[in-house]
């Protein structure tokens, strides 16, 4: 019983009616005097429809003279050709042998229309010189020589020949002017067609983040959300992802062409996932080490970042500005789109991969729609979902089980603690101690802006290590960002106590105050690489307190005893 509900139903839906109109306006095309070779306005149609059951058709022509005219409508699809005389020659009698010498038509014509026949318009209305005729009238239907035709001829070609046709195909309206005496014009016409329709479909799919491995064998767990999916073509929709990456487009009129573009301009930061570990990789890279190239199509578009077809030292200063938070965008934007079923000729030259799916002539629903999303920068996977997924906070949860449990080593950042009268200048300084083999290192430093007031760094401890580590858009909100990676690629090791950077303040705090200068995840995540591996960050946040005159300014130190891990906010 339930098959028969649903077999039903099914046809229900396959037999449901539709109406469509196809207007084809501003042709403006100029029907040439007393030339029977007139002239054809060819449209090419995409229905719903697969079986008609009436046409109607609107005529707008500027005229002079509307005896003078001869047309009609031919349809053709699937092998099979239909045809209706719309004029010829209206108003052409024994007595009248030029017809009515009106100007123009603004009509309507339908086989059922109650005023009649358009060729015989004159027994019905009588215009006052210089108007179009107006209305709906049923074609002319007189399939015969127009210079012979009469208002007596027999009528055979009217638009019923049409039904029980497919809509879709090739319309042809043809016009000429059988007389000279009149010019005349075809503005534009329209075609109204009913009949059953199919229903209409529509297109589902997923956006994953882009997987591990190349090629896949399937989509990735990691799906992508809030991305706007775009349908353009024969028909407009937009919709967003939901959380585990799936979308659907659906009442997508049938039979159309039809093209799907993800787009995504933003992410819960603009840094997730991108990171100086991302920076070394992409280096070895461009050094050309074996076997540390990036292995997959996907991995080298990630690192595209501006898009150029290549991966090179500008890509590596567009990634540093946007972990400083000096930018928030890459030229190319933060993402890039794959169609999931595309398959690269050759993944070493990835760079014309399509960002979309076309459908043409889509007639049945679309389930597997799918889409792998790059986050542009992150060549190491690892970008999470802002909800649901592993975030920075979870990677620094992992470095604090992997510091109890003894497995990865840690790299201590420590700065200094110190006092200083107003107005003076003074400099914290940021040491390290476990610094081996270090790739890649960034965090934030944060202070109280109304107490200290940012000048500058300076004293650099590593080679690469310059004015252009830092981002300073947020110094006067009392934050500072920071990003290294070593140029070699190979990682650096620095003895315990070496100065990484030093960062002058002037004191503009009252006395007695004091201001903490501590390692903060934000505006720049706190993360330092290993062979490009992350491990466990140390920090000991230090300060600056505000002394008066007289007091004995005190050396820079360090805070004593265990240290503690600052997690990213």
Known sequence: MLVALLAAAASARIQAQGTETHSFTNLNKVIKDGNASGLSDVQTVTSAITNLTSVRLALHIAGEFNGDLYGYVRHIQGGRTNFCVLLNRVGRTVSNPAGYADSGLDVVLDD??????IHRYGTITNLPAGTPLTGTWQPDGRRVDPDVVLDSTERTATLSAFNGADASGEWTLYLADMASGGSNMLVGWELELAGIARPPVSLAGTVAYYPTNYPPSALSTNRVGNVTMSLTGDT?????????GSYGLTNIPVGGTYCVTPSKADDSSADNGVDAIDQVLIQRHILGRIPDLLDSP???LAADVDDSGQIDAIDQVLIQRLILGRSSQFPAGLWRFVPANYVFLDPQNPWNAPSNLWYTNLVADVTH???????LGDVNNSWTAPAGAQSLLAK???GQQALGQNVLPEVVFAVSQQSAQPGQTVAARVTVSGFSQVTSAQFSLVWDPTVLRYVGTGSYGLTGLGAGCFGTGLTTSGKLGFAWYDLEADGVTLADGTVLFTVSFEVIGKVGSVSAVALAGAPTAQEVSVDVTRVAFGAQDGNVSIVGPGVLVSNPGYAKGAFRLSVPT
């Open 112 to 117: 059922a229309a109650p005023a009649g026949d």
């Open 236 to 244: 407009t929709l937009t919709t967003n992802t939901l959380a585990d």
């Open 298 to 300: 996907y991995k080298l």
């Open 369 to 375: 729609g799918d889409f792998v999303a790059i986050k």
């Open 396 to 398: 620094s949860a992992q």
